[in-house]
């Protein structure tokens, strides 16, 4: 059995609050790390490389990392929405850990990322590709780190676990123009939600993951009534979005395994009318 290599240099492909926080637990606990803001070039080898950039930003950020230096590393993307392991492969052909990051809240002040949520970020990983011995040593190195880690049985249960209800969340404020307080007792608003919630969890379940739409609905019910999310606020502001990476995301899955979503085709498609919309 080959033996499991412990990564020595990490990257931070896309270092802003969430990928500042991650670069700084890490550092914290003597790991070098290499970090690649917008426009910078990866210049040597890394033997990890977490990917927290936005959708919209992807395909550029992939841009700078040439793939002599990252042969044999493992690329862990955390971004929101479906396609990314993908996307991820074809641009750098190396071994893939599918990953999710979620319980964090961060901002950057002063050039520094400050966690405003209390409980510690959460990570899913899982990979087609990467053995478990070096998924499960992944996840000890950002135990170590203060993070809390689960390594799952498949990458579309990694994608899943989240994407359910972020989609839902995500689509329904960004329709609504609302926190989600507002849009989860809204007597218009409650059904699109749940709605959402409903053609999600029948999308995932098309490719083999169950996520009980109940138990989604029920966590829904017990987040904050001011959350607002990043695809609500860039939508509002005129910003690049991840509209097609979440709910283009959930839709483009749902076309391969004909699953029928209309409320959120409906939803989708007003948001992208909207965004083609001049600002006035």
Known sequence: MAKTIIPKTIGILGPGAIGGLLAQRLAACGHRMVLLGRGERLTEPV???????????????????????????????????????????????????????GSVEAVVEDGV???????????????????????????????????????LDSEEEVVWKKLVRLNAIATATAAAGQPLGMVRTDPVWRPVLEALVQESSAVAAAEGVAVPPAQVLADIDKLPASLMTS???????????ELDAIPGGVLALAARYGVACPVLAAQYAALIKHTKSPIV
């Open 47 to 101: 033997d990890l490389l977490f990917i927290t950039v936005k959708s919209p930003h992807l395909v550029e950020a992939l841009a700078q990392v040439p793939r002599e230096h990252v042969v044999g590393a493992v690329t862990v993307p955390l971004l929101n929405g479906a396609g990314h392991a993908a996307a991820v492969r074809a641009a750098l052909g190396t071994p893939v850990a599918a990953g999710t990051i």
């Open 113 to 151: 990322a400050k966690q405003l949520s209390v409980n510690p970020p959460h990570i899913d990983l899982a990979s087609r590709e990467v053995s478990r011995e070096m998924l499960n040593t992944i996840a000890e190195i950002l135990r170590d780190a203060g993070l809390s880690v689960s390594v």
């Open 231 to 241: 695809l609500q606020r860039d939508i509002a502001a005129g910003k690049p979005s």
